[in-house]
């Protein structure tokens, strides 16, 4: 083996998760029905049998987590008229990263008069972890969304403290080619010290943010603030001939956190409730 072939091999990185899967539905003889299913690498998609709508699928990360360098992208289209609950399998774990960062792609598409209810259970950051998750949904017009991310940053329960990192979110919304709704938040490097801003979540470990486009919004306000109470707070605007309520949580342990989220998604999610899986 010469040299250059020695440098080269010698500065291969380590091989990494990789994962994307797309699933599309479409409404067949009066109920949405699976149209088109795509699964490669470590993204899988199981759907629970149900006797009515919406349709459920189920999102797996079969590589039990993710650190530097992993990447997973997840992409789902809900016909027009269609109805779709999407949650994952268990909490998604962003582990302590050698170096690059760990990367989610989600994109979402609903027609029109279709619904989509995202809902994924709580993402677990570790210590020294780095993580940036992108959120991208289109909505023809009379779409609606529901859309959820909850974040805890570290185990309180297992003496675990996510002290240092990067942790970064992205969310843009659209609806009939309009923006809607566009976010960017970051934390890091010193992740605990931010959290312990009274500013910023004083002192709470646990966040997640609901974001919900529909006509009903403005209508369900304040029932969501008395569920929401004291640790964050919910607010509606009218947007694109629809409605658009916005939701912050914060809490001590992500449990906690969860004891508010179960109630508060089962009022936004209407009939379809909470998804299966969920449990406290």
Not at 35 to 49: E, F, T, V
Not at 157 to 173: I, N, Q, T
Not at 174 to 203: C, F, N
Not at 206 to 217: E, F, K, R, Y
């Amino acid at each position: 083996m010469d040299t250059l072939q020695h440098v080269l091999i010698s500065a291969l990185p380590a091989q990494r998760a990789a994962g994307a899967a797309r699933l599309a539905c479409g409404v067949r003889d009066g109920r949405t029905r699976l149209l088109r299913l795509y699964q490669d690498g470590s993204a899988k998609i199981r759907m629970p049998a149900v006797a009515a709508d919406p349709l459920e699928a189920v999102l797996i990360n079969t590589a039990g987590g993710l650190t530097g360098g992993d990447r997973l992208g997840w992409e789902i289209d809900v016909g027009p008229g269609a109805s779709a609950s999407i949650t994952t399998q268990a909490c998604e774990k962003i582990y302590r990263a050698a170096s690059d960062r760990a990367e989610v792609r989600v994109k979402l598409s609903v027609g029109a008069g279709g619904r989509i209810a995202w809902l994924p259970q709580e993402t677990i950051v570790f210590d020294r972890s780095a993580f940036a998750r992108t959120l991208e949904v289109e909505l023809a017009a009379g779409a609606e969304a529901l859309l959820l991310e909850a974040t805890v940053f570290g185990r309180l329960a297992m003496g675990e403290e996510a002290a240092h990192g990067h942790f970064h979110d992205r969310w843009r919304v659209r609806q009939d080619d309009a923006l809607v709704h566009a976010e960017d938040s970051r934390i890091g490097p010193a992740i605990a010290a931010a959290l312990g801003r009274p500013a910023v979540a004083g002192g709470a470990i646990a966040a997640a943010t609901l974001l919900m486009v529909s006509p009903q919004a403005e209508a369900l306000l304040e029932p969501a603030r008395d569920i929401i109470g004291a640790d964050g707070d919910a607010s509606a605007w009218s947007v694109k001939k629809s409605g658009k309520l916005l939701a912050r949580l914060f809490a001590e342990d992500g449990y906690q956190l969860r004891k508010r989220l179960v109630p508060l998604v089962e009022l936004l999610n209407g009939r379809a409730g909470l998804p299966k899986l969920w449990s406290l």
